[in-house]
């Protein structure tokens, strides 16, 4: 026999699992010039804020990732090889800074690692594009 705070959970994890098949936000842009610059993103039980960026082949951005929940979560990003690039713990109510190098084009995923928190919606993705010619300098 189940307690009803233990349904209540059950089922708001059913709810968060369906509505958190996390369709992509607009997509947030940073611009060739702006490599260096600090994406703020803020993570929550269970999503990241924003969740699609687009950033130039080359760019390092420096993610500023606050954890606004009262839980624990985590920050991984990974390569289109699905290597791991970087990966930080995110304790609850902190912001922790992480710089991430997008060498090539492509379509890099980041997800909190903490168990179904990415099957929530915990996760999102970074849009690496080409450069365009003769604008490098
Ligand atoms: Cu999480």
Do not use: W
């Not at 996390?22 to 940073?30: D, E, R, T």
């Amino acid at each position: 026999m189940k307690t009803m705070s233990e349904v209540l959970v059950i089922c708001s994890m059913l709810v968060l699992l369906l509505t958190g098949c996390a369709s992509l936000q607009p997509q947030v842009s940073v611009s060739e010039k702006e490599s260096g610059k600090v994406v703020e993103l803020k993570a929550e039980s269970f999503k990241f804020e924003p969740n699609n960026i687009r950033v130039f082949e080359g760019a390092m951005i420096i993610f500023r990732i606050e954890n606004s929940s009262g839980s624990a979560h985590n920050f991984t990003i990974i390569n289109r090889q699905k290597q791991i690039l970087k990966e930080v713990a995110l304790p609850a109510k902190e912001a922790v800074d992480i710089n991430v190098s997008f060498a090539d084009p492509g379509v890099y995923e980041f997800f909190c690692d903490k168990p179904l928190h990415s099957s929530f919606g915990m996760k999102g993705q970074v849009e690496v594009i080409k450069r365009g010619p003769g604008i490098s300098k």
